[in-house]
């Protein structure tokens, strides 16, 4: 059975299973993290960029859940990783989300400065500011080229990832620096019924497609931040851990062959 939990390369655990906040607006976002909170989750994915970390953290006093028990994870926009403003993105979201300390704090894409962001990112982990520190987007590339410079390992790279988009040579390179993966766009942005095969699954298993792109994920050990504000949908979504999808199962999602991109490629991505 899978664990609920998945430990970083730094000794800490974060939870394979996270709510996705991207384009979720103000009172929307707030309910969606209570809503999660009371349902299981245990986890929740924002970013600076997506204009709603008051909103979340409204979303987190209003649960009954403890601060401690909850895995919250913003990212630094580009803006201010190109200007050198890392340690003052992280008081903002910090001040913004009304925490003291962030478990996860992210550079959101490898633009220019990265490196530099990054030593600001382990200076805000000695301080005492984010305990986890990691990257997202990144390529093979980036990853060797921060690691060579700086000698710290991110604990974890958020790219997009699903059955449309396997991503083996970031999967690689991650696994031999010792880097978790996490998917973002896990449910293809909702556009599951375009791959027949993930249907047939779903009916053979008595899951929803949603649950079976998911659990695909999660059985490569992968980290699934799904989106939705729907309260039926946050449970659906979390209703992974009691079920197993065969090697043939596994091996038809797979093969579904059809290379699709939802978001920017990091390669041409005009940051
Ligand atoms: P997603 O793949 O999670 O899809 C979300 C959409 O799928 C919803 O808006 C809804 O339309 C649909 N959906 C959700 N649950 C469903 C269900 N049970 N049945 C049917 N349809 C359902 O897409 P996403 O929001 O792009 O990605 C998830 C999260 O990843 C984001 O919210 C964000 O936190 C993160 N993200 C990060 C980056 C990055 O650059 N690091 C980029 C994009 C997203």
């Not at 005492?128 to 921060?146: A, C, K, Q, T």
């Not at 991650?174 to 599951?192: D, N, Y």
């Amino acid at each position: 059975m899978l664990a609920n939990t998945l430990t970083l390369n730094d000794g800490h655990e974060i939870p394979r299973l996270g709510l996705g906040v991207w384009q979720a607006r103000d009172d929307e976002a707030a309910k969606a993290v209570t809503h999660a909170l009371s349902c299981g989750y245990r986890h929740i994915d924002t970013a600076a960029i997506y204009g709603n970390e008051a909103e979340v953290g409204r979303g987190l006093r209003d649960s009954d859940v403890p601060r401690d028990q909850i895995f919250v994870t913003s990212k630094v926009w580009n803006d201010r990783i190109r200007a050198g403003e890392t340690a003052e993105a992280i008081d903002e979201s910090l001040k913004l989300l009304g925490i003291e300390q962030l478990d996860l704090m992210l550079l959101h894409w490898p633009t220019e400065g990265r490196n530099i962001a990054w030593q600001a990112l382990i200076e805000a982990r000695k301080a005492g500011l984010v305990r986890s520190i990691g990257v997202s987007n990144f390529l093979p590339e980036h990853l060797d080229e921060l690691v060579g410079e700086t000698g710290v390992v991110p604990a974890l790279n958020q790219i997009e990832h699903h059955p449309w988009l396997n991503q083996a040579d970031i999967k690689l390179a991650c696994k031999r620096h010792g880097i978790a993966v996490e998917a973002w766009s896990p449910l293809m942005q909702g556009r599951f019924a375009e791959s027949p095969v993930i249907g047939e699954i779903a009916a053979a298993t008595g899951r929803t497609e949603a649950q079976v792109v998911l659990r695909w994920a999660l059985q490569q050990d992968i980290i699934v931040i799904p989106k939705s504000v729907t309260p039926s949908r946050i449970e659906e979504n979390a209703q992974l851990f009691d079920f197993e999808l065969d090697a043939q199962q596994v091996a038809s999602i797979d093969a579904i062959g059809h290379e699709e991109r939802l978001g920017p490629d990091p390669a041409t991505f005009d940051f």
